[in-house]
């Protein structure tokens, strides 16, 4: 049989090109057997083993705590951060509505008759209004808090409720519920002021001589005509429970350290000093 032979001087050429590994055919090749060996390198690895997929869902379990334990951690910050400030604002607006109260007792408001000129003296017409009750006073709670009874010349009583007759005597105590109450003496009914109230403890300045001094009502009853300020002390207590882990230590309003409850509500005292400014000579 024929047997064509390749003596072409192109054919030998291109023989000796393809092996010698300087060439480009010979890169060419080289690229061409790689790009192979690499897609079947990619086709072997699709999918993932047991291990690599326990170890994936682990990392994902971790981050998933860690992140919860922020959102946690945020709420109860923000938890606190809250309650916190409504109780300061209910003691501050505590103190604020027993002063204004204490500084108004006592009040007398007085009608004059037409004077003949303007150089005669004024005559008033209204009766001292205190004569059957006092402009202030109260009864000491022993364990329990305290209240005070205070009276001004007026229409209407703490509850904005018209009065027959004046002065409006009110009443402000703190009830079984840790509310802030007022009741009419006038009219007889109770109304809720503020919640999460626990004690309320009043001392009353008394003048005796050129000096005041501050008691209770049972310690040394003082004389109610010569009570010219009062001292109050408000304990109270956030809203909501279990914002400590720990109990809180605090100081209650008979100045007893160290006291600690188990609810978790945070506790605050306020306390100020008010002048009853007609009583003042």
Not at 36 to 60: D, F, K
Not at 216 to 237: F, H, K
Not at 257 to 268: F, L, P, V
Request: proline share 3%; glycine share 8%.
């Amino acid at each position: 049989m024929y047997q064509r032979r390749w003596h072409y001087p192109f054919v030998l050429n291109h023989i000796r090109a393809m092996n010698n590994p300087r060439s480009t055919l010979a890169s060419r090749k080289r690229k061409a057997t790689f790009r192979r060996g690499a897609m079947t390198s990619r086709l072997r690895q699709l999918g993932l083993s047991l291990i690599e997929l326990m170890v994936a869902m682990t990392i994902g379990l971790f981050l998933l705590l860690v992140i919860s334990n922020l959102f946690i951690g945020s709420k109860q910050t923000y938890t606190n951060q809250d309650n916190l400030s409504r109780l300061q604002e209910n003691g501050r607006f505590a103190i604020a509505l027993l002063g204004k109260v204490i500084r108004e007792s006592g009040y007398h408001n007085l009608s004059y008759t037409q004077p003949a000129s303007m150089y005669s003296k004024l005559t008033n017409t209204d009766a001292w209004p205190y004569t059957t009750v006092n402009v202030v006073g109260g009864v000491d709670g022993g364990s329990s808090p305290d209240s005070i009874t205070l009276s001004e010349d007026n229409t209407v009583d703490c509850l904005n409720a018209a009065v027959a007759v004046s002065p409006a005597t009110n009443t402000y105590t703190v009830n079984g519920s840790a509310q802030l109450t007022c009741t009419s003496v006038n009219n007889g009914t109770t109304g809720v002021l503020l919640d999460n109230v626990e004690d309320m403890q009043i001392l009353y300045g008394e003048t005796v001589g050129t000096s005041i001094r501050y008691v209770s009502q049972s310690a040394t009853a003082p004389v109610w005509a010569n009570v010219t300020s009062v001292r109050v002390c408000l304990l109270m207590r956030t809203q909501a429970g279990g914002l400590t882990v720990t109990a809180q230590k605090y100081t209650d309003c008979n100045g007893t350290a160290n006291q600690s409850k188990t609810d978790g509500r945070i506790r605050e005292t306020f306390s100020e000093t008010f002048t009853i400014r007609n009583m003042l000579p």
